[in-house]
């Protein structure tokens, strides 16, 4: 697969679908660190999800706000006044806790008019993690599926408990932040 010149721009276009019919991007994460090996692979992977929050927010910013409202109801005004009063470091808790499908905060971001400079860099830092730990657990397949190597509990274990801590902390500053007034 990796030497087919259409491969790598394919894998990051095969990105944007998923965010609709909200196939679970780990599966493309896994697949393009198997053919293209760990760093590529995650390369390829966070220029994948860059691309497709960036289509999904700019979704958002043409749909009208009220339609965006009528659908997302009262989390609307909330993430709105979330993503204003704290931007980035909103839009970075929104991404590394998956407390709302990938298009849910993309849209809501666009329509809610974030700024795409923050939007994107807080989507690419937030999204980091779980690639990143998707890139580890996809090469230690790899190379048992190679032969070259046992698994690594230990990376293993210790890539998915940093992951759990860093969610479950931007998950608790989401809820006081997010809280009805």
Not at 30 to 48: Q, S, T
Not at 162 to 167: F, K, N, R, S, T
């Amino acid at each position: 697969m990796r030497e087919h010149p259409a491969s790598a721009p394919l894998l990051v276009l095969a990105y944007v679908p998923t965010a609709f019919i909200m196939l679970p991007r780990p599966v493309l994460t896994l697949i393009g660190v198997i053919a293209f090996g760990p760093w590529v692979g995650f390369a390829y992977a966070m220029a994948g999800v860059l691309l497709s929050a960036l289509v999904t927010y700019y979704l958002g910013r043409f749909v009208r706000p009220e339609r965006v409202k009528r659908i997302a109801g009262d989390h609307f005004d909330r993430v709105r006044q979330l993503l204003a009063d704290h931007g980035f470091a909103a839009m970075f808790a929104i991404r590394i806790a998956p407390l709302a499908p990938f298009i849910v905060g993309s849209v809501l971001a666009g329509a809610a008019r974030s700024n795409v400079f923050e939007y994107s860099a807080a989507t690419v830092l937030g999204m980091a993690p779980g690639l990143l730990a998707t890139s580890v657990f996809g090469s230690e397949i790899s190379s048992a599926l190679e032969g070259h190597s046992d698994l690594n509990y230990g990376i293993l274990a210790a890539a998915v408990v940093v992951l759990a801590v860093v969610a479950l902390l931007a998950a608790r500053w989401l809820k006081n932040n997010t809280a009805p007034a």
